[in-house]
């Protein structure tokens, strides 16, 4: 490190606190507030989808591409890549309905995993003229970061559940528009056994499908793979909701003060990217289209690094910002993350990006997260990357903070 930041009152704070005083009132005067809104236009059933009767659900789907469709304690699993393996979506009911049966559920989900997070919050859409609430959360299962989007739906007085579980960074996702496809065709079972070609059930399951149809992304290497037990969501109550839990070997052992860990491959970034080293020991993946911003000397007295902005947006661009400073006796995850809790901010969790042990932290009325970590050769030193403006593009954001890497 070149150089160390002079104590202030709350000294060790004196980085992070660069945010907003540094470029607040020069490049991002202004910065406003976006409305976030999700929906999704209504989807037809394919002519080319298979038609499959859920017979103790009492509902049929149509699915067009699948490996395996199986049940397994109530629930139904349609795995698209690997059997019993995520990426799958997963279909039950329950016997009612409530206007707060997604709180019920996201209790029941807390439960089950204590660092659960709700990434986007819920919302009401329609699918095919179905009205669905949708709600996505994100946990960590063995070392990886699951993305879990669920809808739900209130049928004749049972609350009919799809939910996709993915892990985006090791690329094992459904494809585009399946999730919602596959819930938007659901409908009551009408008739008899032989209405109905395709069958799955405690006793009955389909394997092969067209998993290697034109447009799934199959894209094949080190899946998770199933559930030692046999069971990858025991219904809730007295079981798990887990899915599929042990995953490939981790290239980067997770520190024993964290409780999860992000493992980034450049495939996974929804951009163009180049990776911008430091040196203080670590590196991001930036968009290679995106403008830095020359840090004029006050700031960099401040403790400012770095600070690159999306130039592409007018008014409120997402940016991100690199700082450091003294530590000031710090010397642990959680001393910091008490120093972060007292100045105000939201101590989300400490996980290891890609070996890194970090701080994860946010402020939603400054519409930021960050990540803060020690310098990687000295706890003299913390190092902090911030994500601003965080609404307007909060999968780049995203996907940047999962990059951080040693150099």
């Known amino acids: 490190m070149k150089k160390r930041m002079k104590a202030a009152a709350c000294a060790l704070l004196a ?66 890549q690997d059997d019993r393996s995520m990426p799958y979506v997963i279909v039950g009911s329950y016997g009612y309905s ?21 990434t986007i919050q819920p919302a009401s859409i329609t699918l095919n003229n179905i009205p669905f609430t949708s709600i996505t959360y994100s946990y960590m299962v063995s070392g990886y970061s699951v993305t879990d989007t669920r809808l739900f739906t209130a049928l004749n007085g049972f609350t009919y559940m799809f939910g996709a579980k993915e892990v985006l960074e090791l690329g094992y996702e459904l494809p585009v528009g399946f999730l919602e496809r596959t819930a938007g065709s659901c409908s009551m079972l009408a008739g008899g056994w032989d209405d109905y070609a395709n069958h799955v059930d405690a006793d009955h399951s389909l394997e092969g499908g067209s998993a290697d149809t034109p447009g799934l992304d199959n894209t094949g290497g080190d899946f998770l793979p199933g559930p030692t037990d046999g069971n990858p969501e025991p219904a809730p109550g007295p079981g798990n909701d887990e899915g599929p839990t042990s995953g490939p070997v981790d290239p980067n052992p997770m520190p024993d003060d964290v409780s999860g860990q992000i493992n980034f491959k450049e495939s996974v970034a929804n951009y163009n990217g180049v990776w911008i080293p430091f040196d203080d020991g670590f590196k991001l993946y930036m968009p290679s289209d995106w403008l830095s911003y020359e840090l004029s000397q006050e700031q960099k007295q401040a403790g400012a690094l770095f600070l690159a902005y999306d130039g592409s947006r007018a008014g409120n661009p997402p940016y991100i910002e690199v700082d450091f400073g003294s530590s000031e006796g710090c010397s642990t995850l959680d001393e910091l993350a008490a120093v972060l809790t007292d100045a105000g901010y939201i101590v989300e969790d400490k996980i290891s990006f890609n070996g890194i042990p970090c701080i994860s932290y946010s402020n939603p009325s400054d519409d930021m997260t960050g990540l803060m970590f020690f310098h990687p050769q000295t706890t003299d030193y913390i190092m902090v990357v911030i994500a601003g403006q965080l609404s307007v593009d909060e999968d780049t954001l995203s996907c940047i903070l999962c990059s951080l890497s040693p150099n």
Request: glycine share 10%; proline share 2%.
């Open 15 to 80: 980085a992070v606190l660069v945010s907003g005083t540094v470029h607040a009132e020069s490049l991002f005067s202004g910065l406003g507030q976006e409305i976030d809104q999700l929906s999704f236009t209504p989807m037809g059933v394919g002519a080319d989808q298979t038609v499959v009767a859920l017979d103790d659900i009492g509902i049929s789907v149509s699915v067009s591409q699948y490996t395996a469709i199986r049940q397994e304690d109530g629930f139904v699993y349609i795995f698209t």
């Open 98 to 118: 409530s206007d707060g049966f997604v709180n019920d559920f996201t209790d029941f989900m807390t439960e089950k995993y204590p660092d659960l997070r709700i």
